[in-house]
């Protein structure tokens, strides 16, 4: 839990470094869940394809434990469902 915490907390200071960050949700399990809900009503697209394919990546590497690689999956889905 703490290496989570940590992890989420240095995403969050990367991540407002940058000027994209107020459409950038912090990588939490809540967050992952309900980015995938909403992945579900959006129509399919190339975007939408490489976003499941990092989401998948990132359930993986959440449930080995490896929760930095997951952060990384998950804002790469972030991106991928911002393109157009």
């Given at each position: 839990m703490k290496i989570l915490l940590t992890t989420a907390a240095f995403v969050a200071f990367?991540?407002?470094?940058?000027?994209?960050s107020a459409?950038?949700?912090a990588c939490t399990s809540d967050n992952m869940m309900k980015t995938?809900?909403?992945?579900?009503?959006?129509?399919?697209?190339?975007?939408?394809?490489?976003?499941?394919k990092e989401m998948a990546m990132a359930n993986?590497?959440?449930s080995n434990g490896k929760m930095k690689s997951a952060c990384?999956?998950?804002m790469k889905s972030q991106k991928a469902m911002s393109m157009k």
């Open positions: 990367t991540l407002s470094l940058s000027p994209a459409a950038m949700m995938a809900a909403t992945m579900g009503g959006t129509p399919d697209t190339p975007a939408k394809m490489a976003a499941n993986t590497d959440m990384m999956h998950y």
